[in-house]
């Protein structure tokens, strides 16, 4: 049994415990129709039976009218009403729990299937280029092959949402750019990138790597704005 079957819930019992426990429990566990509509079964079911015993003259569920007059026997089967209730709604938790615990692992294993299977296409490229080259074909054939598997595979990318991070005469940014190292560069503004080592890329505008970068400094003697001085 789960976690969330096990706790009791808040509020003593009445109405507004079960809908705050109902809350609370969906929100842990994820959206889910099949777990609303118990949550939803569970706390009508005790309002409604909360607010039968505030009526006047009211004697308790049907079961305890048809129990008779007997305090006891009355008490026993509504007890054994709740308790059949909340079975039912314990084991579609736990129902829940199996499929959720499934989803997870097959979205572990399978959820990047269909970048896998885009890639094919570029790997079979790649392969009939190497094939090329080493037959002794021509060496512009196998630049040729190379540049459209590099074409391929930055289509790829950006259909999924890469791309890559435009650096080359850039301002250095810390939060995209790793400095490699500095240069003197009179010709370029302080803390300009003047050189790429790696290109960086992005997932739609989250970082997946930064680029690596020569940065350019003022030249020895120079000012702060890279004029000498004197």
Not at 109 to 121: A, Y
Not at 134 to 148: A, D, F, H, N, Q
């Amino acid at each position: 049994m789960s976690e969330g079957v096990r706790r009791r819930p808040p509020g003593g019992g009445g109405g507004e415990g079960w809908e705050g426990f109902a809350e609370e429990a969906a929100g842990t566990l994820g959206p889910s129709p099949e777990l609303e509509d118990a949550m939803r079964e569970a706390a009508e079911s005790v309002e409604a039976l909360h607010e039968h015993r505030k009526e006047p003259g009211a004697g308790g569920s049907p079961q305890a009218e048809r129990a008779g007059s007997d305090p006891a026997e009355a008490e026993s089967s509504e007890l054994a009403e709740l308790r059949d209730r909340y079975l039912r709604l314990a084991a579609d938790f736990e129902n829940f729990r199996k499929r959720t615990l499934k989803d997870r692992e097959e979205a572990h294993h399978f959820g990047h299937q269909s970048l896998v299977k885009d890639l094919l296409p570029t790997v079979d490229n790649l392969e009939r280029a190497v094939d090329h080259a080493r037959k002794g074909g021509e060496s512009s054939g196998l630049l040729e092959g190379v540049e459209l598997v590099l074409r391929e595979l930055e289509a790829l990318l950006a259909r999924y949402g890469v791309t890559p991070i435009e650096a080359l005469g850039q301002a250095f940014d810390p939060a995209l750019h790793e400095a490699m190292a500095q240069v003197p560069d009179a010709s370029k503004p302080p803390h300009t990138v003047v050189e790429v080592f790696q290109r960086g890329y992005q997932l739609r505008g989250r970082l997946l790597r930064p680029a690596r970068v020569v940065v350019s400094r003022p030249p020895e003697g120079s000012g702060a704005d890279g004029r000498r001085d004197g």
